[in-house]
């Protein structure tokens, strides 16, 4: 697509989430709301901020688990990209952060942007596939729950296997020769999908990398009141993650509310304590990550590329 279009797609999604939050959130007693977040607990939003970088970790030791054999990198580097390429992306509308990993491994590391942009792809693929295994019970936990939410995570789990079967051959299929254009030597770049070990480690990784994600949920939600079963905990883990699928604002501020308050409004959840979470949850992640993406990577993250120090 072209710039131009690519841009205007942007402002649509973003004055779609606008225009869904507003109407959302137009009956919100804003004063119930600000009390809501003042009085929240603070060792529990402590330690859900906590848990947002032990999941960042996941994801870099995910990133690790893929691109090996072919290219290894230390563990230490790779989580200093991870954190670098959420901060940016927190800054910059529709995941811009995300081409900061393929970058920063091409000129560091010397990892082929085709061997990174595949693993990146592929990560995206396991993720959704790890959430839905990580909520799969919703529907048997909470039977009364709209039918719009089985026949979504249903659609989801057949799109997801649907796309990991066509890869797993495409693989194979490009594996058996030499690859020559840059496309092809992408497709072989996900090879983690036809060995069973490697791949069998991606997902435990990214199921407690989920689990952790699961457990911030219950305690941003405990911080403001709410007391969620294991189900309705995972039915809004499920919630946010489909509205924010989509990329649209930086740091998918107002996308992830909106999902937020989608399922805190059928699980009748009062509307103050719901956005109060919805905010909290977002902001313990946005606010340090930022600070420790700063420190790290401050070049990184403002989309410049140094050359490593011999430390580093």
């Known amino acids: 697509m072209s710039e131009r279009t690519t841009r205007l797609l942007r402002i649509a999604a973003i004055a779609i989430v606008a225009v869904l939050v507003a109407r959302f959130a137009r009956d919100v007693d804003w004063r119930q709301l600000g009390s809501a977040m003042r009085h929240a607990e603070v060792a529990p939003l402590l330690a859900s901020s906590a848990l947002y970088f032990v999941c960042l970790f996941g994801k870099a030791l995910?990133?690790?688990?893929?691109?090996?054999?072919?290219?290894?990198?230390?563990?230490?580097?790779?989580?200093?990209?991870?954190?670098?390429?959420?901060?940016?992306s927190a800054l910059t509308p529709a995941r811009a952060g995300e081409l900061l990993r393929v970058w920063a491994l091409k000129r560091r590391d010397g990892v082929p942007a085709p061997d990174a942009t595949a693993v990146a792809l592929a990560e995206k693929l396991l993720c959704a596939i790890t959430l839905l295994i990580v909520v799969a019970p919703v529907p048997w936990l909470l039977p009364g729950l709209p039918e719009w939410v089985e026949n979504a995570m249903l659609t989801c789990a057949g799109i997801a296997a649907g796309v990991l079967v066509v890869l797993f051959f495409a693989v194979g299929h490009v594996d058996a020769r030499e690859p020559r254009s840059w496309f092809e030597r992408m497709i072989a770049g996900m090879h983690v999908v036809r060995d069973p070990k490697r791949l069998a480690l991606a997902v435990f990784t990214l199921l407690l990398t989920w689990s952790a994600d699961l457990i911030a949920v219950t305690?941003?939600?405990?911080?403001?009141?709410?007391?969620?079963?294991?189900?309705?905990?995972?039915?809004?883990?499920?919630?946010?993650?489909?509205?924010?699928?989509?990329?649209?604002?930086?740091?998918?501020?107002?996308?992830?509310?909106?999902?937020?308050?989608?399922?805190t409004s059928i699980l009748r959840i009062p509307e103050e304590p719901a956005l109060a979470f919805a905010l909290l949850y977002q902001l313990m992640q946005i606010v340090p990550l930022l600070i420790v993406g700063f420190i790290l990577e401050l070049d990184l993250v403002r989309g410049r590329f140094p050359e490593p120090s011999p430390a580093s």
């Open 219 to 263: 305690l941003v939600t405990h911080a403001v009141g709410i007391e969620l079963s294991i189900g309705e905990a995972m039915f809004i883990l499920f919630s946010f993650n489909l509205a924010i699928a989509v990329p649209s604002t930086p740091g998918q501020v107002g996308a992830m509310q909106l999902g937020a308050l989608a399922a």
């Open 62 to 88: 995910t990133w690790r688990i893929m691109l090996a054999p072919r290219n290894v990198v230390p563990m230490g580097r790779l989580y200093r990209y991870t954190i670098a390429a959420f901060a940016a």
